[in-house]
């Protein structure tokens, strides 16, 4: 039988031994590797003595019987342990490369993660609100599946949760390429089982993540309700967790408030450390902005960033944003950005309030929604999604804008909020006041209250 031949038979072998068998019985198999076939011997490689002896005890028996079932011949494994003088196949030419190839990619590891390159330990500003965040997650980078583990960094958009996350991938493939590391948002792993029930090869998305030793996942707040989903990633947790696995997640607020979340999935993520990422500091963000100016090649006058810094309290996001804008206006017209230029184009995004018009504070506005519809000041400004808390906050915001003189991103900060996000609910309150008269009446109602209460 042509070598070409079993080895895809040796394929066909370990997807049926990893759908068939416990996953910590057959978690090393990624690392077996089909090297060459003698007559009715096939020699399979492993990376390790620790993976060899880990095949032969759980899987030899059950891979030996498939073998011979799938080619109806008297099979024979012969199962070795991979060295430095065996990277090129004895029979050399073509083949001896291919074999080549597959050994390298043994040792580095299936690479199936998408990391950017440009998050990196080195590009992220630590600031007092973010070091502890930045120093657990390099120790997770330089020591995986040994301390905090599982980890789970949350925070509002654009703080970092995702320059983090991507940073340990990153280290620990340039460190490590032994190393199997999977970095997917939660949206993709979704995908990727939607997929694997269409094309019912369930058993590769396993193999996919369940071998994994680094399991990165962004954004797990987009799981809410996807209760298959949820119940694919419980048992991909159990299984990387009971094997000393690394598992990070990134989250867009405390588990506490996740909803349509299963119980025992929930308290997987608490179960090691959590982290909450805060807005930088004025000075972090000084530094941010210089940096960005850095990789863009170009000058600002301190002046400028010092405004930008002063501003822009949210979220690094803004910040870029904010910076990018300033750049493209430059660019257009090829003018140096002074500061008067600074305020005049940011005036839409940053805005002080006007003397006299500070007395209306945002909390002042949220607390009178609040008791207006009997919901707690916390739960406007939480993450809560049920139609009354979205319907208050998007009214608290868009009274805030319309009888303040602050601006979107200030009120940002107080929601946690983006600038889009805040942007998008003072639109959608104005659409709706024009068709909805019992909604105007409403807002009317509050916006002279407040004001009473102000004078």
């Known amino acids: 039988m042509e070598k070409k031949m079993l080895e895809d038979i040796w394929l066909k072998v370990e997807e049926q031994l990893v759908s068939s068998m416990p996953a910590s019985k057959t978690m090393w198999l990624d690392y ?33 019987n498939l073998m011979q079932e799938l080619t109806g011949r008297p099979i024979t494994l012969d199962v070795s342990v991979m060295t430095d003088e065996s990277t090129l196949s004895q029979t050399g030419g073509q083949d001896g490369d291919e074999d080549h190839q597959r050994k390298e990619s043994s040792k580095k590891g299936t690479r199936t993660s998408l ?10 500003i630590p600031c007092d609100s973010t070091s502890f965040a930045y120093n657990a997650c390099k120790a997770i980078a330089m020591d995986p599946g040994a301390n905090y583990n599982p980890c789970l960094i949350f925070g509002g958009v654009g703080l970092g949760k995702t320059h983090l996350l991507e940073s340990i991938g990153n280290y620990i493939e340039a460190e490590n390429p032994r190393m199997n590391v999977i970095y997917v948002t939660a949206e993709t792993f979704t995908n990727d089982f939607i997929q694997s029930l269409t094309n019912k090869n369930t058993s590769q998305f396993r193999i996919k993540y369940r071998k994994a030793d680094v399991l990165l996942i962004d954004d797990i707040h987009f799981l809410e309700k996807k209760i298959q989903s949820q119940e694919e990633l419980f048992h991909t947790f159990n299984d990387l967790y009971e094997t000393n696995k690394q598992i990070v997640f990134t989250c867009d607020r405390p588990i506490s408030e996740l909803k349509g979340f299963t119980d025992r999935l929930k308290s997987r993520f608490t179960r090691g450390l959590n982290i ?47 910076l990018t804008t ?19 184009q940011l005036k839409n995004i940053i805005a002080s309030p006007m003397a006299g018009e500070q007395d209306i504070s945002i909390g002042s506005i949220v607390k009178e929604v609040s008791n207006y519809f009997n919901i707690d000041v916390g739960d406007i400004r939480s993450k809560k999604r049920t139609a009354i808390i979205r319907d208050a906050r998007n009214m608290a915001i868009y009274l805030t ?48 209250s407040i004001k009473a209460k102000a004078k």
Do not use: W
């Open 32 to 64: 077996v590797s089909f090297r060459e076939a003698d007559g009715d011997v096939v020699h399979l490689e492993c990376n390790s003595a620790m993976t060899k002896d880990s095949f032969e005890r759980n899987c030899m028996t059950e891979a030996l």
């Open 115 to 124: 990391l950017n390159p440009a998050y990196t330990f080195d590009s992220f």
């Open 276 to 322: 909450n990422l805060t807005a930088p500091d004025y000075e972090t963000r000084v530094a941010i902005l210089r940096r960005k100016c850095e990789e863009k090649g170009v000058k600002i006058y301190d002046s400028v960033l010092n405004y930008i810094a002063e501003n822009i309290k949210t979220n690094v996001r803004d910040l870029e944003g904010t």
């Open 326 to 344: 300033l750049i493209a206006y430059s660019s257009l017209i090829k003018s140096e950005i002074t500061l008067d230029v600074a305020q005049e």
């Open 401 to 448: 804008r319309r009888i303040t003189q602050y601006s979107t991103t200030e009120i940002g900060s107080f929601f946690d909020r983006d600038h889009s996000t805040v942007t998008h609910s003072i639109d959608k309150v104005e659409k709706e006041r024009k068709s909805n008269a019992e909604l105007a009446q409403t807002l009317d109602t509050l916006e002279s």
